[in-house]
């Protein structure tokens, strides 16, 4: 007769707070592709690009003239831990996107490029909504260089790939295109909820 034993709860704990697969961490752990660029906020600038390949600049000074949010959120890294109520101050993109009178016609899609250039790709409409900021501030202090400051991308219903670091360019887009990750086989949208962390997931 074989016997099967499962343990005493017949099936292992869920924790309703973390997505499938993940497990809690307290920490904060550093992920970069390569070295970490030291950049001040002086000659800081991101660079709105639409359709038409029109760039408009926003300097550190425009960014910290509009309305700022702060925000309570969870991090989900596809490398599985999950960093439950962090806490940022940053500039929801919707606003960085009207402040350069950007052109949404037609816009479906957006890369995100960072100095040093990373990249990936997000929906326009997952950026939107108030569900992603460029975020300079984290727990209180001024974002450190290795977390991507002065100022990252922040799209925390996303795996954590999603939030560029060191951003500077937004590339408005009609079709989707792979970032960095996405082009090495991560999936396009990465939903920690629905376990999307490779292509086909
Ligand atoms: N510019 C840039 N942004 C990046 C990365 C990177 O290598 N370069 N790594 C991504 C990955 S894979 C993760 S998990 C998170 C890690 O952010 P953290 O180092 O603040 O934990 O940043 C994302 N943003
Ligand atoms: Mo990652």
């Known amino acids: 007769m074989a016997v099967v034993s ?21 920490d904060f752990p550093v992920l970069t592709a390569g070295p970490t660029p ?9 660079d709105v690009t ?10 550190w000074q425009q960014l910290m003239a509009l309305p700022v949010e702060d925000v309570t959120v969870d991090l989900h890294c596809v490398t599985k831990w999950s960093k439950l109520g962090t806490r940022w101050r940053g500039v929801p993109v919707a606003e960085v996107l009207g402040a350069v009178g950007a052109d ?20 326009l409409r997952d950026l939107l909504h108030g569900q992603a900021w460029v975020a300079f501030e984290f727990d209180g202090s001024a974002l450190a260089a290795a977390h991507g400051g002065p100022a990252r991308l922040l799209v925390p219903h996303l ?14 887009l009609r079709e989707d295109r792979l ?6 086989g991560y999936h396009p949208y990465g939903d920690p909820w629905r376990e999307q962390r490779y292509a086909g997931d």
């Open 179 to 184: 970032g960095f990750w996405e082009n090495f």
């Open 159 to 172: 795996y954590l790939w999603k939030s560029a670091k060191w951003v500077n360019g937004l590339e408005l």
């Open 6 to 26: 499962r343990g005493f709860g017949g099936r292992r704990q869920v924790d309703p707070q973390v997505p499938p697969g993940q497990y809690r961490t307290d």
């Open 104 to 123: 949404l016609e037609g816009v479906e899609y957006v890369m995100a490029h960072s100095h040093g250039g990373y990249t990936t790709n997000l929906p």
């Open 50 to 59: 639409g359709v038409d390949g029109a760039s408009h600049s926003v300097s």
């Open 38 to 46: 030291l950049i001040g906020t002086v000659n800081w600038t991101l």
